[in-house]
């Protein structure tokens, strides 16, 4: 799992490591990499000081190509490779997990800041070898599902959204977005449903007549950090031997420099400050293992993931030194990689970890119309989450019982159970991230019952199966399920498979034999491990969310229901 509790006070490190000088007539080569951006497009604090933010570190890119070209841009040529001679890259999770602002618009607003980095050269699913903008796809990338984004990386009309009552409305306040002009690729990820790469395993940039291959890759691992129906999407391969399969090809093609973006990463120590102009030792974690082993047709790899701070000279099996970057994470800083590349290959590699202060240097001018664009989403993601959908005629509170169910979590039960039309709703609170207070309900509070817009199923089982579903969430080792529809009394006292009685589903005893209708979300429906018995049911998708469920359930009127599960004293 990513670090998210990394010490802002590193952020002012700015580490250069050098392997080595290289004559005046090498082309000079500067790569601006930012990884684990997670849609944070409004600036953050850190000690005291703004830090971060898609206008502040889009003046820090567009200083580093001005100083490359020495002077400012005056023409739309000027912002060309040729001109700049700089590479914008993303290791991965630039997207995903984002805050309100741009996670409500599925992202939206981060993808305007990609597009207002990329040249002219750069067009949706375009190759351009002159685009000066490159991506790979991190673990939070998938966390929706391969649908919402493939939506993402190809526009909507590659996988139309669903189109219930919350789409309707959070398309009021901004409709679906194009596809953005940045190039993705990934070497080690498969659509499971026809086994096809999901994008290109690579792609050459080439600046100043010189060719730089870059390999984008995520890691092995992604597919525990999802949901069971989101992670069965896809199919994740070991990267390395993917990754060292596309840089040969990449160094076939001409490539006489090859840049890993891998979506995997360690941590290392910050050097105090008099030693940061020097190598800063080693990292440790999965990151070094991987670089290990890497071919030698590798020369970086730019990392990601674990939201820490790497620079340094990492040796694969032959002993060849990589240079293994990460900049912390949310656009707080940056690696500034520069690269010396004669006709043999590169011949002198530095990079530095940027911080990316708002009160100093670059940031003190942040890019007016990337501030614009960032402040209208925030603006327009406000008064979403301000739109009265219904009303409460009480407090519904996501505060745990004595049975660890919640008074939110029936409501979300019960507005499954009426989605589906079905006898009995099921719902989790691990899925549910706050409650519904008395009186007017904002679109915010839905939002936070239901976070993860997460599809219904609907199964048909036998009472006897419903009674073996109860007692697995009672097992030693289970999941509290909440419920709408039926109510049973539960005793961890007793003996495990038999700690479930007095079931009834609207109000009469549950029979063993009959069959009722049960609504699910995704994540009840579909999770082979956890919830064994509702997976055995082999339940079908309906044409809802548990988000417009939710919602038309609000627009009706919110009333409290009591937990389903009554605990002896």
């Not at 911080?355 to 603006?379: F, K, L």
């Not at 579903?469 to 003996?495: F, H, I, M, N, S």
């Amino acid at each position: 799992m990513a670090n998210r509790f990394w010490s802002f006070a590193l952020l002012g490190a700015a580490i250069a490591v050098a392997a080595g000088a290289a004559p005046a007539a090498n082309v000079h080569v500067k790569i601006i990499a930012i990884n684990d951006f997670h849609g944070q497009v409004l600036p953050r604090r850190a000690q005291g000081r703004p830090v971060g933010g898609a206008a502040v570190l889009a003046a820090y890119v567009r200083a580093a190509q001005d100083a490359m070209r020495g002077r400012p841009a005056a023409t739309p040529e000027d912002d060309d490779l040729d001109s700049t001679g700089t590479i914008i890259a993303f290791p991965g999770d630039f997207a995903g997990a984002s805050p309100i602002e741009s996670a409500v618009f599925d992202d939206a607003p981060a993808d305007a800041f990609l597009d207002r980095l990329a040249d002219r050269h750069c067009v949706p699913g375009g190759a351009d070898a002159r685009c000066n903008v490159v991506g790979t796809l991190g673990n939070h990338e998938f966390e929706n599902g391969l649908p919402a984004l493939r939506r993402r990386l190809f526009g909507p009309a590659a996988s139309p959204a669903p189109a219930g009552p919350a789409r309707a409305l959070i398309a009021r306040f901004a409709p679906p977005a194009p596809a953005p002009r940045v190039p993705f690729v990934s070497c080690n990820v498969l659509d499971a449903a026809d086994g096809k790469p999901l994008l290109p395993p690579s792609r050459i940039v080439e600046v100043r007549g010189t060719k730089i291959g870059f390999v984008g890759a995520v890691l092995r691992e992604t597919q525990r950090f999802l949901i069971p129906s989101r992670a069965e999407q896809i199919r994740i391969s070991d990267p390395i031997p993917a990754i060292n399969a596309a840089a040969r090809d990449l160094r076939a093609r001409g490539a006489r420099a090859v840049v890993v973006l891998l979506h995997d990463g360690g941590s290392q120590t910050v050097p105090p400050e008099a030693a940061r102009s020097k190598p800063a030792g080693q990292p440790v974690g999965a990151i070094v293992d991987e670089v290990y082993r890497l071919d030698d047709a590798v020369d970086i790899v730019l990392s990601a993931h674990s939201h820490n701070y790497t620079n340094a000279l990492v040796a694969n099996r032959g002993g060849k030194q990589i240079l293994v970057t990460q900049a912390f994470a949310f656009g707080a800083a940056y690696a500034d990689v520069d690269l010396e590349i004669d006709e043999s290959g590169v011949v002198a590699k530095n990079a530095a970890i940027v911080a990316a202060w708002g009160d100093a240097g670059p940031g003190r001018r942040p890019d007016r119309a990337v501030a614009e664009t960032a402040d209208d989403a925030a603006h327009r993601a406000e008064e979403l989450q301000r739109e009265v959908v219904g009303r409460a005629a009480d407090d519904v509170s996501a505060a745990k019982g004595a049975a660890g169910l919640t008074p939110i979590g029936a409501v979300v039960a019960e507005a499954a159970r009426a989605a589906a039309g079905a006898d009995v709703g099921f719902a989790s609170g691990a899925t549910i991230a706050g409650g519904i207070d008395k009186g007017k309900v904002a679109f915010r509070e839905i939002l936070l019952a239901a976070p993860y817009e997460l599809r219904l199923y609907k199964a048909e089982m036998t009472g006897e199966r419903i009674l073996a579903a109860l007692e697995e969430q009672w097992a030693d080792k289970g999941t509290p399920l909440d419920a709408a529809g039926l109510t049973y009394v539960a005793d961890r006292r007793r003996p495990e498979g038999a700690r479930v009685a007095q079931v009834k589903v609207g109000g009469a005893p549950l029979d063993a034999a009959r069959v009722y209708s049960v609504a699910l979300n995704e994540y009840l429906a579909r999770d082979p491990v956890r919830f064994k018995t509702f997976f055995a049911a082999a339940a079908k998708p309906i044409d809802a969310t548990d988000l417009d469920a939710l919602l038309t359930a609000a627009r009706a009127g919110v009333r409290p229901l009591p937990p389903a599960a009554a605990i002896p004293d």
